[in-house]
Every structure is written in C-alpha cells, then in structure tokens.
C-alpha cells in the first residue's frame, strides 16, 4: 500500500524511469558497470538493469545501473583498405 502511495506521488511530480533493457546504451542516462559478449544483440544494447534510473523533465535524477553487449569479433574491417 505505502508503496503504491510512492509511485503514485512520484508520477504525479513527473518523475519516470529511464528506458533500460533492450535500448542503445547511452552514458547520458546509463551507468554501464559490466559489459557481455553477444552475438545476438549489437555492440552497446543494454542487456539487464541492476538499478532503476529516473528522470523529470527531461533531466537526470540518477542514472541505471545496466550491463551492456559487445561482440567478440570487434570491428568489421573494411574492403577498401
């Protein structure tokens, strides 16, 4: 109940959570504290959400925590070398 009361009054004040899983990291709104190696998901997608960040406004109250991809095979060299 107390908590719902707290969600309540922080959507009424404009507060909402930063978008985590599943977006492009963004050090602007992300914490990036471990990074994975992925072949499924293209370098920089956020793969979990350790903590919940928030923002009102348009400006950062506190950044979330994620773990972020990369790919093993780094960058894609280019033919025209």
Request: aromatic content about 6%; proline content about 10%; charged content about 25%.
């Given at each position: 109940?107390?908590?719902?009361?707290?969600?309540?009054?922080?959507?009424?004040?404009?507060?909402?959570?930063?978008?985590?899983?599943?977006?492009?990291?963004?050090?602007?709104?992300?914490?990036g504290i471990m990074r994975e190696p992925s072949?499924?998901?293209?370098?920089?997608?956020?793969?979990?959400?350790?903590?919940?960040?928030?923002?009102?406004?348009?400006?950062?109250?506190?950044?979330?925590?994620?773990?972020?991809?990369?790919?093993?095979?780094?960058?894609?060299?280019?033919?025209?070398?």
């Amino acid at each position: 109940s107390l908590y719902k009361q707290m969600v309540e009054l922080m959507r009424s004040l404009g507060v909402e959570p930063v978008p985590t899983t599943g977006t492009p990291f963004d050090p602007a709104i992300h914490d990036g504290i471990m990074r994975e190696p992925s072949n499924e998901h293209p370098d920089g997608t956020v793969l979990q959400e350790f903590r919940k960040g928030f923002a009102i406004g348009g400006k950062l109250l506190r950044p979330a925590m994620v773990k972020v991809s990369y790919t093993e095979d780094g960058p894609i060299a280019s033919s025209e070398e």
